[in-house]
């Protein structure tokens, strides 16, 4: 059981928008920022949204993050067959002292 | 080119120790806190450690701690995780990852190492 929750699969068709939402509570993403990373399969994880919603150099636009409350949400715009991954929020947990991740949410571009 | 290159993963049985090494390129290894992080077979990422710069920061998942131990050496630009009284539990693929912008997140991960605890 993961402390952050994602829903286990998103789909959505070629050029449409997805949204992947990420759910914790105050002592995780209530207070600290939240990132997302992509996995394709068989490689390791890379860093999409950092801070909430900042993408590291070289993320497409396409790619946005947004928080509020204890909620946050990723957004891919104009999907592509090659966004098919895992896809992961995490963040620190000031209760726990320990980082937390969700339980990753499978896109699958149709 | 920042590059992370982690080794040490192998088989071994329930009760056994193993030492994980992630070899860091690329930028100025002793300015960055440090993370290990794993995956089980078709599963999620668990995050396990976290160790500051200097390491005065040392944090522990509960499910590993007591069992495994971090530490980096800044001269040889190189982080380890110590692991004793394996459980099968602890098979998974090991990935070193370096805190990212804020220290929340992980901005560069290594390819990972498996390491399988198995009789």
């Known amino acids: 059981q993961s402390v952050l929750t994602q829903p286990p699969s998103v789909s959505a068709a070629p050029g449409q928008k997805v949204t992947i939402s990420c759910s914790g509570t105050s002592s995780n993403i209530g207070n600290n920022y939240v990132s997302w990373y992509q996995q394709l399969p068989g490689t390791a994880p890379k860093l999409l949204i950092y801070?909430?919603?900042k993408r590291p150099s070289g993320i497409p636009d396409r790619f946005s993050g947004s928080k509020s409350g204890t909620s946050a949400t990723l957004g891919i715009t104009g999907l592509q067959t090659g966004d098919e991954a895992d896809y992961y929020c995490?963040?620190?947990?000031?209760?726990?002292?320990?980082?937390?991740f969700g339980g990753g949410t499978k896109l699958t571009v149709l | 080119e920042v590059q992370l290159v982690e080794s040490g993963g192998g088989l071994v049985k329930p009760g056994g120790s193993l030492r994980l090494s992630c070899a860091a390129s690329g930028f100025t290894f002793s300015s960055y806190g440090m993370n290990w992080v794993r995956q089980a077979p078709g599963k999620g990422l668990e995050w396990v450690s976290s160790?500051?710069?200097?390491?005065?920061?040392?944090y522990y998942a509960d499910s590993v701690k007591g069992r495994f131990t971090i530490s980096r050496d800044n001269a040889k630009n190189s982080l380890y995780l110590q692991m004793n009284s394996l459980r099968a539990e602890d098979t998974a693929v090991y990935y070193c990852?370096?805190?990212?912008?804020?220290?929340?997140?992980?901005?560069?991960w290594g390819q990972g190492t498996l390491v399988t605890v198995s009789s």
């Open positions: 990852a370096r805190d990212g912008y804020s220290g929340y997140d992980y901005d560069y």
């Open positions: 995490g963040t620190w947990d000031s209760s726990l002292s320990a980082g937390v």
């Open positions: 160790i500051s710069s200097s390491s005065s920061y040392i």
């Open positions: 801070e909430n919603n």
